[in-house]
């Protein structure tokens, strides 16, 4: 497995961005398949965003698609994410994970290993 640990996580009132880091360490990281969830107090873990070994495809959930960029920086073994235009729906822990499986998938079992998360509050 792979060692993640996310950063970057804050707090910002609606409307502003934050980037979000997710750095990699233990295996190769150009060969996994990268994403990133969400969890919000009382709710399921959910899907927000993946990308591809490459970078070359991603994949974005409804409610952030336009808003938040994924992307990676293999040398740096490194995933980010863009988050513009913050709504208090927003706030949730954020979590990276990495595949190795399946490709652009949005189900959380098919991560193999997780960050701790990172704490996103965006108030109103």
């Known amino acids: 497995q792979v060692q993640l640990v996310e950063s970057g996580g804050g707090l910002v009132q609606a409307g502003g961005s934050l980037r979000l880091s997710c750095a990699a360490s233990?295996?190769?990281?150009?060969?996994?398949?990268m994403g990133w969830f969400r969890q919000a107090p009382g709710k399921e873990r959910e899907f927000v965003a993946t990308i591809s070994w490459s970078g070359g495809n991603t994949y974005y959930a409804g409610s952030v698609k336009g808003r938040f960029t994924i992307s990676r920086d293999n040398a740096k073994s490194t995933v980010y994410l863009r988050m513009n235009s913050l709504k208090p729906e927003d706030t949730a822990v954020y979590f990276c994970a990495a595949s190795t499986i399946v490709p652009l998938t949005t189900t959380p079992t098919d991560y193999d290993s997780w960050g701790q998360g990172t704490q996103v509050t965006v108030s109103s």
């Open positions: 233990g295996r190769t990281f150009r060969n996994y398949r």
